[in-house]
């Protein structure tokens, strides 16, 4: 009687275990304040597939602003933009992406973040732009020609098309951070309004050389372009 009740016993051990190992394995992971779609695929994270947005965007326009609030999968959204142009289809396996009729060709991405940095002294904004233009100067091969940030992009943009012979893709999150950091020091604010808008208006200026503009930001401010 022992050992049958000692085998039952262990029997029900080895099942809830099994069953342990199997919720394990099902678990589903949340990529909560992730915001690369690289590291949310590669990770396993749980991802709600907003692929088919992509192709309205490359069909139907050259110039897109997202405005939404804060921790609303803004710059996820860009991140995977940002994927999708460099043509790192893998990510992409199961997704709608993977069914469009598109040559998945690499693009050259030009990508933004101003979300991070200090946005208190007014050579904030230039450090940061400049930073950025060093980084895609070194990437592509291009010597710097201008301490000025805007004519550094009308020049390097028109660079980087001639190198590569493809339009390029440009992606910025949270264009709107030093303006909004700086509403409460209006004569910082009409500083870096200055700046970004001789900065941003190579975007329509340089139209020839762009296959994709797409900003994201939670205000929309005038005289900017």
């Known amino acids: 009687v022992f050992i049958i009740y000692f085998h039952?016993?262990?029997v029900k051990i080895i099942v809830f275990l099994q069953e342990k190992v199997f919720y394990m394995e099902k678990e589903v992971r949340y990529g909560v304040g992730e915001q690369s779609f690289e590291v949310m695929r590669e990770g396993g994270f749980k991802y709600v597939d907003k692929t088919s947005f992509i192709e309205k965007i490359i069909r139907k326009g050259q110039y897109y602003f997202l405005g939404r609030p804060r921790r609303f999968g803004k710059s996820l959204f860009l991140s995977t933009l940002k994927c999708f142009f460099l043509a790192k289809k893998d990510l992409f396996k199961g997704l709608y992406a993977e069914s469009m009729d598109w040559e998945w060709k690499t693009y050259p991405v030009l990508y933004l973040d101003l979300n991070v940095g200090e946005y208190s002294e007014p050579w904030h904004l230039e450090n940061r732009l400049?930073?950025?233009?060093?980084?895609?100067?070194?990437?592509?091969?291009?010597?710097?020609?201008?301490?000025?940030?805007?004519?550094?992009l009308e020049y390097d943009i028109r660079r980087i098309y001639e190198k590569t012979g493809m339009k390029i893709v440009i992606l910025v999150d949270e264009y709107d951070k030093p303006l909004v950091n700086t509403l409460d020091n209006p004569q910082l604010f009409e500083?870096?309004?200055?700046?970004?808008?001789?900065?941003?208006?190579?975007?329509?200026?340089?139209?020839?050389?762009?296959?994709l503009v797409f900003l994201t930001g939670v205000s929309r401010f005038g005289h900017l372009s």
Do not use: V
């Not at 233009?133 to 805007?150: A, F, H, R």
């Not at 500083?191 to 296959?211: G, I, V």
């Open 8 to 10: 039952c016993n262990l």
């Open 130 to 152: 400049n930073s950025t233009l060093s980084l895609w100067e070194e990437e592509y091969g291009i010597e710097k020609k201008n301490d000025d940030p805007s004519i550094r």
């Open 191 to 211: 500083s870096y309004r200055k700046t970004l808008a001789a900065f941003y208006s190579n975007f329509k200026s340089s139209a020839e050389y762009l296959r």
